[in-house]
């Protein structure tokens, strides 16, 4: 069985960092692609960023894209997402997810496995 674990998450002011991390159980980690997400209050869930199983490849949203890094090491089953020049609209709960896939895919509907999310907040 798979269990996702997020921590990072917090109050931050607008411009400034958080380090989400994702710890992950299970052997499954090494061999799927993951990815995040996020939720904020009267919004559809909005995907954040993927990253196949090697790490090779890396894929984000256009909301997201040159500010947010994910990463990984399959070595301790943990799962990064880099978050810089944070805004209030990125204010939401965070979720990493596991997919079915080694492939990186931006669907939620892809991802079997997910945490308990970890929330965000950026003040202006």
């Known amino acids: 069985q798979v269990q996702l674990v997020e921590s990072g998450g917090g109050l931050v002011q607008v411009g400034g960092s958080l380090r989400l991390s994702c710890a992950a159980s299970g052997r499954s980690f090494s061999t799927k692609a993951m990815g995040w997400f996020r939720q904020a209050p009267g919004k559809e869930r909005e995907f954040v960023a993927a990253?196949?199983?090697?790490?090779?490849?890396?894929y984000y949203g256009d909301s997201v894209k040159g500010r947010f890094t994910i990463s990984r090491d399959n070595a301790k089953n943990t799962l990064w997402l880099q978050m810089n020049s944070l805004k209030p609209e990125d204010t939401a709960v965070y979720y990493c997810a596991q997919s079915s896939s080694v492939v990186l895919t931006t669907s939620s509907h892809s991802y079997d496995y997910w945490g308990q999310g970890t929330q965000v907040t950026v003040s202006s």
């Open positions: 990253i196949g199983w090697i790490g090779s490849y890396t």
